[in-house]
């Protein structure tokens, strides 16, 4: 390691073998799954929900592309496989993360894996975060159509705020709105639809005074938080309603977005860190779904922004955040 100069990726997935050997065993009877040669794919009513290619379930393939890339720790996330996994499912998750934290103590961020709504998931996430020294929790941005905001979610929150550790949040497999929704088709469903829900909960959490019930709440929201940067004053226009102007602002300490995937431009990189300030942005690569690692830390590198700003967003702000 290089002491305080690291390359931390907060936007990285894995899964248990076990999981991505058997997903059949998960899955509701409306889905099918179907085994390809690199990965597996879930499918509904037609539309593809998960893909995650082999490598998902392989540590030490991770690892060497990590070092590869130059990538120093990488928080690890199930993502959308969160949409499937029920307690006894997170156990194992939890189980074999501490493992892998074991095996790499130096490269692994661990992240509680429970399901939010279940009181049972409660006593999971202490677990893990007490007894198995994991440093936040993994969620999606709804469960069953319940957003982030709804108030069976207090029970967790509490949790959480009471193990002050950071939220970090994934777009679920799809957007929780009745079909259809005319996303079905071109692949909207993951490129657009999880970018409405994203910028849909991080706007509901500011709104309903859910961060504000809970002060202690730090969330990372995946994929530059939808696009919540670009358009949150489009979303607080005082002539509308009686909110100030700069309302969201008040919460940007407590909200974070990562970097995932590198298909963003050096330019809109540097906008996101202007609007959300350069202490909220870190670096993540939605590796191995999307299998361009070292992009992810060369469009940050070529970012115009100082060395410094260069610097949290490589890790600096994540490394605070998983102190």
């Known amino acids: 390691m290089k002491g305080q100069n690291l390359v931390i990726d907060v936007h990285h997935h894995w899964m248990p073998e076990e999981h991505y050997l058997r997903p059949e065993l998960h899955v509701r009877q409306d889905e099918d799954v179907v085994h390809e040669p690199d990965r597996f794919r879930i499918r509904r009513a037609g539309v593809q929900l998960f893909s995650p290619p082999k490598m998902t379930a ?33 156990r194992l998750i939890n189980d074999r993360m501490a493992e892998i934290k074991a095996q790499y103590p130096d490269r692994i961020i661990s992240l509680a894996h429970v399901p939010p709504l279940d009181p049972e998931g409660q006593k999971e996430l202490k677990r893990a975060v007490v007894e198995l020294g994991f440093k936040g929790v993994a969620i999606n941005t709804h469960v069953n159509g319940i957003l982030l905001d709804n108030e069976r979610f207090y029970p967790f929150y509490k949790a959480v705020s009471e193990l002050d550790v950071p939220i970090l949040v994934h777009p679920a497999s799809e957007i929780p709105l009745a079909h259809p929704h005319g996303m079905e088709q071109f692949n909207l469903t993951r490129n657009l639809g999880r970018a409405f829900d994203t910028t849909i909960n991080i706007a509901r959490l500011m ?44 919460y940007k300490r407590r909200v974070f977005i990562d970097t995932a995937p590198p298909f963003w431009s050096p330019e809109e990189i540097r906008f996101a860190v202007h609007m959300m300030g350069e202490n909220q942005v870190l670096m993540g690569s939605d590796f191995p779904t999307i299998e361009l690692l070292k992009d992810s830390v060369t469009i940050i590198r070529k970012t115009k922004a100082t060395a410094q700003v260069k610097k949290k967003i490589l890790g600096e702000n994540a490394r605070r955040l998983f102190r």
């Open 58 to 90: 392989r540590i030490e393939d991770q690892i060497k592309a990590m070092d590869r890339a130059g990538v120093d720790q990488a928080a690890l996330h199930a993502g959308v496989w969160l949409d499937w996994v029920d307690l006894k499912a997170a």
């Open 207 to 250: 709104l309903s005074g859910t961060l504000d019930r809970f002060p202690n709440l730090r969330f990372v929201f995946s994929h530059m938080g939808g696009a919540f940067f670009a358009i949150k004053n489009r979303l607080n226009p005082a002539y509308f309603d009686k909110r100030s102007k700069g309302f969201f602002d008040k």
